[in-house]
């Protein structure tokens, strides 16, 4: 029952911080842009890094199933690896351009 409510609390967190932050801090007046995209950015990367804490503590102080540990740990590692993807999409460390030309050479050729 607990590896169940791991798993959907952190179900809802991780579409909350996907969909629902930056729905909720993305204001358009007269279909322009308000809200600032970095705001948005650095909201969710905090978020991602807030719930790798929370699930590393939960892991390592609060479960005592040792079947359930694991999971907890898992979910650490799958918030961490989005939180690193998501702040060096926003340094500009990470593109695509290698996708887009990918995908232009298919439609070219294919």
Same mark, same amino acid.
């Given at each position: 029952?607990?590896?169940? &409510? =791991?798993?959907? +609390? ?5 579409? +909350?911080?996907? +969909? ?19 705001? %948005? ?14 699930? +590393? =503590? ?17 979910? %650490?590692?799958? &918030? ?18 290698? =996708? ?11």
């Amino acid at each position: 029952m607990l590896r169940f &409510f =791991l798993f959907l +609390l952190n179900c809802v967190l991780l579409a +909350l911080l996907m +969909l629902g932050v930056p729905e909720a801090t993305r204001a358009h007046v007269v279909g322009y842009q308000v809200s600032k995209a970095p705001t %948005t950015e650095l909201v969710i990367v905090w978020g991602l890094g807030i719930a790798a804490a929370a699930n +590393l =503590l939960a892991g390592l102080v609060l479960i005592k199933d040792r079947k359930v540990r694991p999971h907890a740990w898992e979910w %650490t590692v799958l &918030f961490a690896a989005l939180g690193l993807l998501q702040y060096s999409l926003y340094r500009g460390w990470v593109n695509f351009d290698w =996708l887009k030309t990918t995908l232009e050479w298919c439609q070219k050729h294919l």
